[in-house]
């Protein structure tokens, strides 16, 4: 069996990658997403297991220590963090694995996993991502400006990536995250070479 494979898509906070996960996974039903553990407590209408799995702080400390996350961060005085077995149970089923994260928490990942397809989705312009975050109808001068900056400082980093998305028509965004997949679950590996010469040789 063909290990699944690991892609992360993150971008700055408005580039729409929230969106585009969903109308690939929408699409694609053999795709998994891995949901992220918290300690903070739901919102409402948020289900546990499907939004996050919502876990105490001991339990999620309790989880560290087992070395369980690909990645975690504190947030505010909140854990965040990406389990690791469903992950990896999930790839060693052949199974593709989505994860849509921030920016800090995929270079994380890249150095736990640099196996992992790296996908960076990136707004058309920075009035477009502007207009999008205003639209939102949440922010102030104050922290519209700060998100801004964080988003250069986030799309600073698009070198450590391997792909790169402009999410200026969502379509044509979804098509490209999802000829990516199609592309790299495609690629010939060292695992898989002497797989197929075997079975070609049976054939004989």
Same mark, same amino acid.
């Given at each position: ?6 892609f ?5 906070s ?20 891995? %949901? ?13 297991? %499907?939004?996050?799995? *919502? %876990?105490?702080?001991?339990? *999620? ?17 909140? *854990? ?16 593709? %694995?989505?994860?849509? @994260? ?6 994380? @990942? ?5 196996e992992?397809? *790296? ?11 502007k ?20 988003a ?17 028509d969502l379509?044509?965004a ?6 990516i ?15 197929? @010469? ?7």
């Amino acid at each position: 069996m063909t290990k699944g494979k690991l892609f992360v898509i993150s971008g700055p906070s408005g580039a729409g990658k929230g969106t585009i996960c969903k109308e690939i996974l929408d699409e694609d039903k053999t795709l998994k997403l891995s %949901v992220s553990m918290t300690t903070r407590k739901p919102r409402d209408g948020e289900v546990d297991g %499907v939004h996050y799995h *919502f %876990v105490d702080h001991s339990a *999620f400390v309790s989880l560290i220590a087992e070395d369980g996350f690909m990645e975690y961060a504190d947030v505010y005085g909140n *854990f965040y963090g990406t389990p690791k077995k469903q992950v990896m149970d999930w790839m060693d089923e052949g199974i593709n %694995v989505i994860l849509e @994260i921030d920016v800090q928490g995929a270079l994380q @990942i890249k150095k736990s996993y640099p196996e992992g397809i *790296f996908i960076f989705i990136l707004p058309p312009s920075i009035e477009e991502l502007k207009n999008r975050i205003l639209g939102r109808g949440s922010e102030t001068e104050e922290t519209m400006a700060r998100r801004l900056g964080a988003a250069l400082k986030e799309i600073s980093s698009i070198d450590e990536y391997d792909y790169r998305v402009v999410n200026e028509d969502l379509q044509e965004a979804v098509d490209r995250v999802k000829a990516i997949i199609s592309a790299e679950h495609s690629k010939i590996n060292d695992e898989e070479v002497e797989r197929i @010469i075997n079975r070609y040789k049976e054939e004989l």
